[in-house]
Nanobody, 128 residues
Framework: QVQLVESGGGSVQAGGTLRLSCAAS????????MGWFRQAPGKEREGVAA????????YYADSVKGRFTISQDNAKNTLYLQMNSLKLEDTAMYYC?????????????????????WGQGTQVTVSS
């Protein structure tokens, strides 16, 4: 079992910047992939970005490519999401997730059902 806690959300104007953090604890040794998902009210949960732990491979949703950057600090067991040039459509609850080696492929990283552990979420609100 892995415990994940997100932080860094808030309210910003369109074009602004936020940096989300996800601290992992517990049994992290089978955590081979981590990702960020988001869900707006009345919408389906969607994958934002994912990264292989220690592998350097990253994946992004088309809607955030060039604006968001996912990264990790292995020493701190922490995942980050740098969010630049925020748009109104980025408004959502953002969740951190972790899973095993079957994730972080182009055909799997965005499938929320494949992740084992989830955080409670952090709210991001973008206004015009």
């Amino acid at each position: 079992q892995v415990q994940l806690v997100e932080s860094g959300g808030g309210s910003v104007q369109a074009g602004g910047t936020l940096r989300l953090s996800c601290a992992a604890s517990g049994y992290v040794y089978h955590m081979y992939c981590m990702g960020w998902f988001r869900q707006a009210p009345g919408k389906e949960r969607e994958g934002v970005a994912a990264i292989t732990i220690g592998g350097g491979r990253t994946y992004y949703a088309d809607s955030v490519k060039g604006r968001f950057t996912i990264s990790q600090d292995n020493a701190k067991n922490t995942l980050y999401l740098q969010m630049n040039s925020l748009k109104l459509e980025d408004t959502a609850m953002y969740y951190c997730a972790a899973g095993g080696p079957y994730l972080c492929g182009s055909d799997s990283w965005s499938r929320s059902g494949l992740y084992n552990d989830w955080g409670q979420g952090t709210q991001v609100t973008v206004s015009s």
